[in-house]
């Protein structure tokens, strides 16, 4: 039986809120998706915490996907160029996609 144990977050995913969010990303059973949509800040520090997640997938031999990037997300991927260390598509959220205009 293949089950999913997503996390989605909402807000910010910077440090101020680390110590909140590496519990709920390290927690068991483990999670196996990771919904960015409802990021609206992200720093460096959130991007630890994305690194390590993946880094502890990978360890216990699974996977951890990032899905929904807001584009809070896809500007600081793109600004540190970490996309590829992730490896999910950087698929924006159709809904925050639709709010952002475009220049």
Known sequence: MNTTN???IQG???IFRAMELKP???AEPPIDEIDLSGVTD???A???LLMLAKKTARLQNR???LVG?????LEVFELLNVAAYFGDPLVMDSSANAATPRS
């Open 6 to 8: 997503p996390l989605r």
């Open 12 to 14: 910010e995913l910077t």
């Open 24 to 26: 709920l990303l390290l």
């Open 42 to 44: 992200l720093d460096t």
């Open 46 to 48: 959130g991007v630890q």
């Open 63 to 65: 996977d951890v996907r």
């Open 69 to 73: 990037h807001s584009p809070a997300v």
